[in-house]
């Protein structure tokens, strides 16, 4: 793979180097389809908490329910196990995308790059473009700076309030929110969780913009270990832009020993890190193809073939054939298959219901008055299905066994947990030795599918035989 050039990485990676980056608007196909992106993440991130599902919020983290609802389906802390899986298959698509086309989540999908593309588009409305920007800013206060600043930083927080908000409504059912919030009546957390994510966005989007990428993003210095020499990168192509200069459109660059290169440095301007893409592959480039459109708008007007920066991979720019189909693609590729697959059949076909059993430990059995042996238990069940069920529990593995039970039926809601306690009483007889196993099943009445059945221990003397 090419190798950074140390003078450029030496720039960017000093911390006392404080200068301002100021993006230049650019137009073209990757422009285009960054846009469709933003819309489409920003309109998943403030829609869905708005949507309904069976009388509720489709997508609600209650914590202090312990319930996480996802449209039809209610997770709870006992499931922890699939989003633990779920983060694992991020995890492999993230390495897999970045084998195959570099770092295409940090360009068109982080959460960093989505935001801070709407706040330097509300700062390109109200301050102008690159030139207006760094016009104003030279600009000693007066009343119009102090106009044009207040109304930029106002619109910065409503949208960033507005996401802040949207945060928390994750986690209390938005309308509920939206009414207490105008009522001045949110309690103590909802309140700083708000605020803090709106400062959190107003600040990285607005003023650390490039400097999270670079500085506070681990993604940065590890993804290239992820690269090969067929992994899709954006690069500049420098025998044929070498050497660079200016010239008139129609004046041929042979007759003055130049390359395609008219050296008018917009590809530094639009890059939203600073970097100059022409002196090589650099960790600070997120991949967001901006000097590819702009630089091909460029090579439009001198008439020249476009291409100049471009996606390309490093067998390609040396003149070899690329494999798509290598090991780590199809290992990548395989696992992720295998989880997703893995993982969607798991979520299918999971029972709704979870059943945990309790035993009294503060002795280890009784003896009743007509000499039966007595052990007591707790069952917690969880109805984790949308809709109520109605429950009997069945205990088996001693021969006789008696179960005491407030109730032959239990009616749970949707959704609900239930502590059962439950005596079992057997016979010193038919205990053949002090601790033997049992099958504790419950079982819903109105759907014989959703069927558990849990192990448990019952304690008592050695066996009278």
């Known amino acids: 793979m090419a190798t950074p050039k140390n003078s450029k990485m030496d720039k ?6 404080d200068e301002r980056i100021y993006p230049r608007a650019v137009h073209g196909l990757f422009a285009m389809w960054r846009s469709i992106g933003v819309l489409i993440l920003l309109g998943i991130y403030y829609i869905i908490p708005w949507l309904e ?18 449209f039809g389906l209610t997770f709870w802390p006992q499931d922890f196990f699939y989003f633990a899986v779920l983060l694992i298959i991020a995890a492999f698509a993230l390495f897999f995308f970045t084998a195959i086309a570099g770092r295409l989540w940090c360009g068109y999908a982080c959460p960093q790059t989505v935001w801070t593309e709407v706040f330097m588009w509300i700062a390109r409305k109200v301050e102008g473009d690159r030139p ?16 044009i600043k207040t109304t930029k930083h106002l619109l910065w927080l409503l949208l960033a309030a507005y996401t802040g908000f949207t945060f928390v409504g994750y986690f209390t059912p938005i309308d509920q929110l939206a009414a ?22 107003w600040g990285n989007a607005g003023f650390m913009r490039e400097k999270v990428c670079i500085y506070m993003c681990p993604y940065a210095r590890f993804q290239s270990a992820m690269f090969d020499n067929d992994t899709l990168i954006i690069s500049y192509d420098e025998g044929r832009g070498e050497p660079r200069g200016s010239r008139k459109r129609n004046e041929d660059p042979s007759s003055k020993n130049l390359g395609s290169c008219i050296d008018c440095t917009l590809c530094v301007q639009v890059c939203p890190t600073g970097i100059d893409i022409r002196e090589g592959l650099q960790y600070q480039c997120i991949a967001c193809s901006a000097c590819i459109d702009v630089c091909d708008s460029v090579m439009d007007k001198m008439g020249y073939d476009r291409g ?3 996606y390309t991979t490093e067998n390609t720019r040396q003149g070899k054939q690329i494999s798509l189909f290598r090991p780590r693609i199809l290992v990548y590729a395989a ?20 059943v945990d059993i309790t035993r009294d430990r503060t002795r280890l059995f009784n003896e009743t008055d007509t ?21 009997q529990i069945t205990a088996s593995g001693i021969n006789n066994m008696k179960m005491i039970i407030k109730s032959d039926n239990i009616n749970i809601a949707a959704g609900e947990a239930v ?35 849990e192990p448990a221990r019952f304690l008592g003397p050695a066996g009278r035989r």
Request: charged fraction near 25%; hydrophobic fraction near 45%; glycine fraction near 4%.
């Open 12 to 17: 960017s990676d000093s911390l006392a180097s």
């Open 53 to 70: 599902w069976s009388e509720r919020q489709a997508v609600l983290f209650d914590l202090p329910n312990r319930k996480f609802h996802i």
């Open 132 to 147: 207006k920007q760094i016009k104003l800013d030279k600009m000693p206060w007066n009343a119009y700076k102090i106009r």
């Open 180 to 201: 207490r919030i105008m009522d001045l009546a949110l309690g103590p957390w909802e309140w700083f969780w708000i605020i803090f994510y709106s400062f959190a966005t």
């Open 308 to 310: 100049l920066i471009k």
């Open 335 to 354: 696992s992720l298959a295998i989880m997703i697959i893995g993982l969607g059949y798991a979520i299918a076909t999971r029972i709704p219901l979870e």
């Open 371 to 391: 000499g039966l042996i007595e052990n007591t238990y707790s069952l917690q069940i969880i109805n984790k299905d949308g809709k109520q069920h109605n429950y």
């Open 419 to 453: 502590d059962i306690p439950l005596r079992l009483q057997v016979d010193a007889y038919d205990l053949k030795k002090r601790s033997t196993e049992i099958m504790l099943s419950v079982i819903s009445t109105d759907n014989t599918d959703i069927e558990i059945s």
